[in-house]
T-cell receptor, first 113, second 112 residues
Framework: EPEVTQTPSHQVTQMGQEVILRCVPI?????FYWYRQILGQKVEFLVS????????KSEIFDDQFSVERPDGSNFTLKIRSTKLEDSAMYFC???????????FGPGTRLLVL | SQQGEEDPQALSIQEGENATMNCSYK?????LQWYRQNSGRGLVHLIL?????REKHSGRLRVTLDTSKKSSSLLITASRAADTASYFC????????????FGSGTRLQVQP
């Protein structure tokens, strides 16, 4: 069964460093998402991406964040200058259509020191 | 309560018993999705129920939706130790947004 994959599974970085989190969505999906979950808190929406552009973003997704689909398979989240409070589990998700099931990847656990 | 709030927050049962988790939400929705998360791991999709549906089944899972009460329930029958996880409801609001709004989850512990 096709699934969303994410790399790396864990990333440790120093405050102020740039990180890129990578995702390979399910191949025939058209909608892509990033969410995050700070330890012990709810899963929070960051951004959705469709037709090669951001379709929606939350207030968390400020200028430090960017997303890209550099080729036909990868979907990346970049944090330009990480802060301590960016430490969280970051989930990528994809879906076939609007208002359809969103399938989540296993997550990347980011720790900012 | 916020959009997509589950109760109880924690539930401990014996293997073989049924587990019922509830979710309440505030806005109109297109659909509601239930996910499972094992400790520190990814989110596994369980069931999607649309706003015009009242009940759906998948194996040992039964989900109901009452849009008049803005609530949903997830029933796991004949629970197993492997069902131990956190369960989240996530709403797809009828506002044109694509974001799912997650609740805080119910932590289910199934004792062998």
């Amino acid at each position: 069964e096709p699934e969303v994959t994410q790399t790396p599974s864990h990333q440790v970085t120093q405050m102020g460093q740039e990180v890129i989190l990578r995702c390979v969505p399910i191949s025939n999906h058209l909608y892509f998402y990033w969410y995050r979950q700070i330890l012990g808190q709810k899963v929070e929406f960051l951004v959705s991406f469709y037709n090669n552009e951001i379709s929606e973003k939350s207030e968390i997704f400020d200028d430090q964040f960017s997303v890209e689909r550099p080729d036909g398979s990868n979907f990346t989240l970049k944090i330009r200058s990480t802060k301590l409070e960016d430490s969280a589990m970051y989930f990528c998700a994809s879906g076939q259509g609007h208002q359809e099931t969103q399938y989540f990847g296993p997550g990347t656990r980011l720790l900012v020191l | 309560s916020q959009q997509g709030e589950e109760d109880p927050q924690a539930l401990s049962i014996q293997e073989g018993e049924n587990a019922t988790m509830n979710c309440s939400y505030k806005t109109s929705i297109n659909n509601l999705q239930w996910y499972r998360q094992n400790s520190g791991r990814g989110l596994v999709h369980l069931i999607l129920i649309r706003s015009n549906e009242r009940e759906k089944h998948s194996g040992r899972l039964r989900v109901t939706l009452d849009t008049s009460k803005k609530s949903s329930s997830l029933l796991i029958t004949a629970s197993r130790a492997a069902d131990t996880a956190s369960y989240f409801c996530a709403t797809d609001a009828d506002t044109g947004r694509r974001a799912l709004t997650f609740g805080s989850g119910t932590r289910l512990q199934v004792q062998p």
